[in-house]
């Protein structure tokens, strides 16, 4: 539990941390849909290469545009891109950065999509298994080519009629399986390689310009935060300075038309403060008709 | 146990995370409420299709509903609707602002259940197994069967122990296609939300910014208002009860003394608060008739100047006389029976 609660503090610590953080819960998210996911192949020969393309990639496309949505940065950049100039300049360079390490978090889930997809097989084994040479394999080398499309077609589903006890259908799959198996494990290479080379080489190249231009980003994202809690804390005071000018006035007009009232004495501090010159049922309900009827303009000068 | 304090306090931290939180629960709940449910498709020609789209359309539109009972600002936004223009102009902006974000979030969970069922493809293949392409997947030319009688067969596809009509079209090779298909609608759905997501999002700092941040600001500043005039005026009542108590037990200690022919006690400078607390309230007696009054004659909802204590006994009742009578003598008849 402790454990869990430190980390869970470790990640609200700063904004950037935030971010990872949410990347990191989408990543996982994202293998869960994966593994939730009952994937079926329609095992008809057009509707194959569809469908299997398609849950390759929709899903990370998806998972991209969640990971812009969910990304608070995102929206403070597009502010800083569209403010009108006014008195502080832009800086294409905070701007390039923010754009850049928002697109590198967004573009982690649908990579981890992808490469899970790839690893698995299904996927491709689906989509390609009309695209094999039957010639290569015995069980479909002597049909005619019409027969030979249906066939390859049943190939991903095992429990079909024709494909229960067939022994070629187990090589088709085995050899896609292991093209999509080295597919997925080049593309996780290579990706690990950039990243590192990337990481490597990068405080070879302006690293002053990147130094700035990450202290201005994050200065641009406090900034908005804490104007969100100044503006909070404003309407706050407003409404109270607001609700006590409310009372003050009613007492006011109350004062002003029961001439006969006997003159108030004084009560102990603290209740004649809470009380502000209310004190029985008609005033009581005058105020709320009052509150309700005709809330007082939003001026406290 | 802890964790749920935990997750409870960080949504708690301020409106929009509660606002959130309670939306990711409801997103929870919609997607455990499919799991939960025991679909039965009824396996009968026009029954098959009502019951299938009922499913998948029925539940998100009370999800909706509920999504909106459930926020807390909805009698916010209908009170701001509703009352009079009084002293205050109304915004427009800031009412379309309130109803937009209630709108938005109550959103989540029916599309929630829309994706769910559409990607586990259990409605889609109940509702158009009727509709399935024979000539294409299956032999239409299988003598025998009129139109009526094909459609028969054809429903009975979603319940595989009593289908019959393996000839016709295998029962795998119809629900592969129908659940091909109903993924497909499915994650082009998902792709559909996302983006009108993303580009609600996106498309506000470009255009209405300034607009926003004032609807923003108000809106906020509506319900706060609210919320701080309740507490205001839950003090003011609790002031007043402590107040008009206060008076009515003045009041029925200074009556009981009247009657009692001798002036109240009046507690000595130096006795301590626990006696002054017993507000001249010193005897078993007196306590019960005090108890009773406050059953039978509550005081009335009108406090007053604290009075000093005459022997008119009149203090505890309505306003006090402007010039104080004549005090009263208590005299008793005794009537002999002599």
Redo the contacts between chains.
Sequence with gaps: ?DR??MI?QYFQSNSESVMNGICGLLALASVKIYSC??F?????PR?NM??GL??MF??P??LF??G??LNRQ??VM??E???PQGCRKKDLAVMRYMCSSIMQRAMVAPVVWIIVTLLDGKCLICAFSGSVDPETFVGFANTSPLQVQQLLAKVP?K???LMRNNTSRKAVTRYLRCWSQALGWSILLILIVAVFLARWLRPCFNQATLLQARHWSNYIDIEQKIFEET??EH??L???K??LHF?KSIREEIKMHSFNL?R??E?AE??ED???G????DQ?NKL?KM????????DVS | MDKFRMIFQFLQSNQESFMNGICGIMALASAQMYSAFDFNCPCLPRYNLVYGLGILLVPPFILFLLGFVLNNNISMLAEEWRRPRGQRGKDPAVLRYMFCSMAQRAMIAPAVWVSVTLLDGKCITCAFCTSVPVETLGNASHPGLSQGEMKRVLARIPCKEIYDGQELIANEVAIRYLRCISQALGWCFVLLMTTLAFLVRSLRPCFTQAAFLKSRYWSHYIDIERKLFDETCAEHARSFAKVCIQQFFEGMSTDLAATRCHSPRKAPADAGEATEKLLGITDQSTMNTVLKSWHRCKPPLHLHQPTLPSSNGWAGEGQPPAHPSTPRRETVAYYSRV
């Design positions: 539990m869990f609660r869970f996911f009952d079926s192949c329609p095992c008809l509707y569809a469908y398609g849950i929709i899903p496309v998806t545009l969640c812009l949505i995102s929206l597009l502010e891109w569209r403010r589903c429990d079909d009629e503006c909070c309407s706050r407003f409404a109270h607001c609700i009372f006997p108030e004495e009560r603290g209740e809470l009380l502000r209310i004190a029985d049922q009581v709320l509150w309700y009827y005709e809330k007082p303009p939003l």
